[in-house]
């Protein structure tokens, strides 16, 4: 069966400061891998997607980037961290678009990010 | 642009009672996928029910349904018979396979709150 596996679960760093949260999928290959970002009781906000290695779609102009430097690894970094950087990250798969339209995102446990 | 509207940012309902959470979508796509998903307090992400622009029935999986009125632009999510373990946040997503290389973008949500 297929799991996404997602870290750190929480983490509190400084402004100025890097990041880097990892998302991997296993049981499943050439998976559409997307990072969602959520601000405290609100929607999910599509941050990036990508359909296959190297191949990374951004949604929101802003300091944060991703990669995938394998089928299934996704990346999600910044070089210096602003105070509105702070929420709820989600990493999720999907099957591609082989697999129909019907297929739903699998999410990840999520990290919560808080930036002091 | 593609957009999901959830028009009702909070619900209560009487434990028992059927409840239904609106979402309109904008696409000019012809195909797409719309989906329901479930958050409780917890964070985790849940896959509630599928339904194809295509599809002439209305998906049913269990106390969940879609009504799904195409020409309308909105698929409202209905469940029956609440229960106090529905309480969570509802969100309403919308997959674009063809002109955003399967983008799924959420609309704003819904909390539910369910009264014993």
């Known amino acids: 069966s297929q799991t996404i596996h997602q870290w750190p679960a929480t983490l509190v760093q400084p402004v100025g400061s890097p990041l880097s949260l990892e998302c991997t999928v296993e049981?499943?290959?050439?998976?559409?891998l997307y990072w969602y970002r959520q601000a405290a009781g609100r929607g999910l906000q599509l941050l990036f997607y990508?359909?296959?290695?190297?191949?990374i779609s951004s949604e929101v102009p802003q300091n944060l980037s991703a990669s995938r430097p394998q089928d299934r690894q996704f990346i999600l970094s910044s070089k210096k961290l602003l105070l509105s950087d702070s929420g709820f990250y989600l990493c999720a798969w999907s099957q591609s678009l082989a697999g129909g339209l019907g297929s739903p995102l699998h999410f990840g446990n999520g990290t919560r990010l808080t930036v002091t | 642009a593609q957009k999901i509207t959830q028009t009702q940012p909070g619900m209560f309902v009487q434990e028992k009672e059927a409840v239904t959470l609106d979402c309109t979508y904008d696409?000019?796509?012809?195909?797409?996928?719309l989906f329901w998903y479930k958050q409780p307090s917890s964070g985790e992400m849940i896959f509630l029910i599928y339904?194809?622009?295509?599809?002439?029935q209305n998906a049913t999986e269990g106390r969940y349904s879609l009504n799904f009125q195409k020409a309308r632009k909105s698929a409202n999510l209905v469940i029956s018979a609440s229960q106090l373990g529905d309480s969570a946040m509802y969100f309403c997503a919308m997959r674009l396979p063809w002109s955003s290389a399967s983008k799924i973008i959420f609309g704003s949500g819904t909390r539910l709150s369910i009264r014993p």
């Open positions: 339904q194809g622009s295509y599809d002439e």
């Open positions: 696409t000019s796509d012809q195909s797409y996928g």
């Open positions: 049981g499943t290959s050439n998976p559409n």
């Open positions: 990508s359909v296959g290695i190297g191949q």
